[in-house]
């Protein structure tokens, strides 16, 4: 089972990204996939999620209305888009992937990608 993040950069406050996190040796249609992001000096903190079952998807408080996750479960890629990037959005992205429910719990996760780095900055 891997995970590979990519996509990150540096961006603009206002500006646009979209995350990447190739799955491979398992089915995104059966795996709950979540990203997280961790700033420096701060907690690993769950961004959205996508369930297995129905691709419902979840959301931080800090993030709804300016990021969208996604998936293509053809290309078991699963995507975020951000937008409206601000500075505060700064942090490693990571990708993780769990059999179970689409939750916002970082130990609920059994499978990590290696982080993708987003800079908000003018």
């Known amino acids: 089972v891997q995970l590979q993040a990519s996509g990150g950069g540096l961006v603009q406050p206002g500006g646009s990204l979209r995350l990447s996190c190739a799955a491979s040796?398992?089915?995104?249609?059966?795996?709950?996939i979540a990203w997280f992001r961790q700033a420096p000096g701060k907690k690993r903190e769950a961004v959205s999620c996508i369930s297995a079952s129905d691709g419902g998807t979840v959301y931080a408080d800090s993030v709804k209305g300016r990021f969208t996750i996604s998936r293509d479960i053809a290309g078991n890629t699963v995507y975020l888009q951000m937008s409206g990037l601000k500075p505060e959005d700064t942090a490693v992205y990571y990708c993780?992937?769990?059999?179970?429910?689409?939750?916002?719990?970082?130990?609920?996760?059994?499978?990590w990608g290696q982080g993708t780095l987003v800079t908000v900055s003018s």
């Open positions: 040796g398992f089915r995104l249609d059966y795996h709950a």
């Open positions: 993780a992937a769990q059999k179970g429910l689409a939750t916002k719990g970082v130990d609920d996760y059994d499978y």
